[in-house]
């Protein structure tokens, strides 16, 4: 992957410190993600997609929406990171509707048919060969795709736009 100067840029591992401090970093509630608006079909699936920085850092995210137009037990639900050094997505939390089997491969873990959350790890990201977010765990948190989206808001920072105002944060009012 290169950068503006044609170099070869590697994807930076993210540590398992760096991975939770941006899962957890105070994050603006994007406009439409709830309620959820309408979505846009591709192919057998719709989708909609919610990109923003944060006003304090700078880092930029992405709420990708993914649900099947088939089955309604097979939706993802994912908070993303755009490292400024890759045109990548990096997933820190993925939430999983109940379609298909799941295993923890490093862990040897047991195979599991349920809603489950991924999470990014540093172990996935080191062995290489894996997804970042390849780890998950199972949950009875929700069973719905707005369940889910409301877990995501709830675990990973979002604040209502009041609390990211620049008259709560003590930022210069543009």
Known sequence: MGNEEGEWVDMQILSDEQIRALIEEPKPMPSGLEPLG??????????????????TSGNEFIVII???????????????YKPSYIHEVFRLRRYNGKSHHHSNVLERGPRFYDF???TATERYQRQG??????????????QTIE???QCLLDDCGFRPQ???????TNQPIP
């Open 162 to 168: 009041i609390d990211t105002s620049p008259l709560f």
């Open 38 to 55: 309408a979505m846009s079909k591709r192919s057998q699936h719709y989708r909609k997609d919610f990109s923003f920085v944060c006003p």
């Open 147 to 149: 369940r889910a989206i």
């Open 116 to 118: 489950h959350i991924h």
């Open 66 to 80: 993914r649900k099947s137009a088939i089955n309604m037990l097979d939706f993802s639900v994912i908070l993303g």
């Open 129 to 142: 060969g894996f997804e970042e977010d390849a780890f998950a765990e199972p949950t009875i948190r929700y």
